[in-house]
């Protein structure tokens, strides 16, 4: 069967078709609104639903003749149902209902979450529950230990600000632009390691839980204090990220000791960090563990992750009743089963 993804719950209008069978995405699309919100330095909620509204059908068209299919060919239909901006997630919804209804076929409203812990799957074959998740992304930050499909139990979350809210503001702070987390990325590149050194937040204490506001102070205070050349952003930039990195690596190892579960799935915006990548990698090589990624362009939204969730809801036996369009900007992963 060929299930539809529709991912409209930021700033990407993602679609893809996913084939079922021969789990493959056999056609995608995907419009990325980063120029449209650069100029106020974060995301405009009504600019991005008013954007997904007239990119939606284009794609789906350019997307179905990309794949030489027709409308009649879709098996069903499914669609970020939250959590996210309101307006941006009824616009998904109710496209995605509409073709249900019009379609006579299933609608299947998809956590985001889901979605994301997913994705790694859609390259991967090998992947088998149980395994542990890290879920770095621009509204969250959660170590999950994932038993069985749908079933997930937060063993740790941030307190304060997602990794990737992190890397935003910080970028933020200090003169780069909008999205923070990839130009941040770029910039740590040529940054001096050791210059300056930020806390590894929580790390002390027992627990999973996380807290990244503080790093953002600590890293105005000593920008506020610098002679703020581009070298000394470039080594600010370099020591914040090793912190973040450290931090995540140190309750990771954590969960794998505490679980003995030997596969950690990482996923969301901040999986696409390269030094997050590498540094974990060496840490799961060390503690036997395998760490799965999803590919590079399944890190941020996409429709494809939603398709897969969306399938493998499908298979479980979910899909919506009756045509309301039920969306939330508040989601809770935990209470989805
Ligand atoms: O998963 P995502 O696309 O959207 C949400 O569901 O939030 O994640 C977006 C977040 C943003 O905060 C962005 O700055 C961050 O992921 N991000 C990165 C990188 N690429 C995206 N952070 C660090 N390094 C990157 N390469
Ligand atoms: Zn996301």
Same mark, same amino acid.
């Given at each position: ?60 068209? &350019? ?5 030489? /299919?027709? *409308?009649?060919?879709?098996? @069903?239909?499914?669609?970020? =149902?939250?959590? #996210? ?83 935003? &503001? ?5 003169? /780069?632009? *909008?999205?923070?987390?990839? @130009?941040?990325?770029?910039? =740590?590149?040529? #940054? ?146």
């Amino acid at each position: 069967m060929f299930v539809v993804g529709i991912e409209t719950s930021c700033d990407e209008t993602g679609l893809a078709i996913y084939d079922d069978q021969h789990n493959i995405i056999v056609s995608e699309a995907l419009n990325s609104q980063i120029d449209l919100h650069a100029e106020y330095g974060g995301v405009v909620p009504e600019l991005a639903s008013r954007d997904h509204v007239s990119k939606l059908i284009p794609l789906m068209n &350019k997307m179905l003749e990309q794949a030489n /299919l027709s *409308y009649q060919d879709i098996g @069903a239909v499914a669609y970020t =149902a939250g959590p #996210g901006l309101i307006g941006a997630l009824m616009v998904g919804a109710a496209y995605a209902k509409a073709l249900a209804f019009a379609l006579k076929i299933p609608s299947i409203g998809v956590h985001h979450l889901e979605g994301h812990l997913l994705a790694p799957m859609l390259a991967d074959c090998s992947i088998t529950y149980p395994f542990l998740t890290l879920l770095v992304s621009g509204g969250h930050t959660q170590l999950i230990k994932v038993t069985s499909f749908g079933h997930y139990e937060i063993m740790g979350e941030t307190l304060d600000d997602a990794v990737g809210e992190a890397f935003d &503001k910080t970028a933020k702070l200090i003169g /780069l632009g *909008y999205p923070g987390g990839p @130009a941040l990325e770029a910039i =740590a590149k040529k #940054g001096i390691p050791g210059r300056f050194n930020f806390p590894r937040p929580m790390t002390q204490k027992p627990g999973l839980n996380f807290s990244f506001s503080g790093l953002k102070t600590a890293v105005l205070t000593q920008w506020q204090q610098s002679d703020q050349s581009e070298q000394t952003k470039a080594d600010i930039c370099h020591a914040f990220e090793q912190a973040v990195v450290d931090t995540l690596c140190i309750k990771c190892s954590r969960a794998i000791k505490h679980t003995g579960i030997n596969l950690l799935v990482v996923a969301g915006g901040v999986s696409a960090n390269q030094h997050l990548r590498s540094t974990l990698k060496e840490m799961g090589q060390a503690q036997h563990c395998k760490i799965a990624f999803p590919p590079l362009k399944y890190c941020t939204d996409n429709g494809a992750m939603i398709a897969l969730a969306g399938a493998l809801r499908l298979q479980h036996g979910f899909q919506d009743e009756g045509n309301a369009i039920n969306v939330k900007a508040r989601w809770p992963l935990k209470d989805w089963n």
